[in-house]
């Protein structure tokens, strides 16, 4: 949240934009507790983006943690690259 809050704050306030940002940034991933207290808590990582992060991937730090990250089949979302 605090890089899509930065990333609103960087530009003009257009539906556009804003709907642009929440399609590359936004994201959801289900962990168990062990995984956000033992691995996210420990790696530094439970609630900011790596350090030698790119700006691109929002998986960053889940994966600098070592956190295999499964695509949800039953999810109903459309990636930001599809047509809509």
Same mark, same amino acid.
């Given at each position: &949240?605090?890089?899509?809050? !930065? ?12 709907? *642009? ?6 994201? *959801? ?19 900011? &983006? ?9 998986? =960053? ?12 089949? =039953? ?5 930001? !690259?599809?047509?809509?």
């Amino acid at each position: &949240m605090k890089v899509i809050v !930065s990333k609103i704050h960087e530009g003009e306030y257009t539906k556009e934009r804003i709907q *642009s940002i929440l399609d590359q940034f936004l994201v *959801s991933v289900k962990l168990t507790k062990d995984e956000h207290t033992q691995v996210l808590k420990k790696a530094g990582l439970s609630k900011d &983006m790596p350090a030698d992060w790119d700006g691109v991937d929002p998986y =960053s730090r889940y994966k600098k943690a070592g956190i295999k990250i499964k695509p949800n089949q =039953s999810a109903h979302t459309t990636p930001a !690259s599809a047509p809509r």
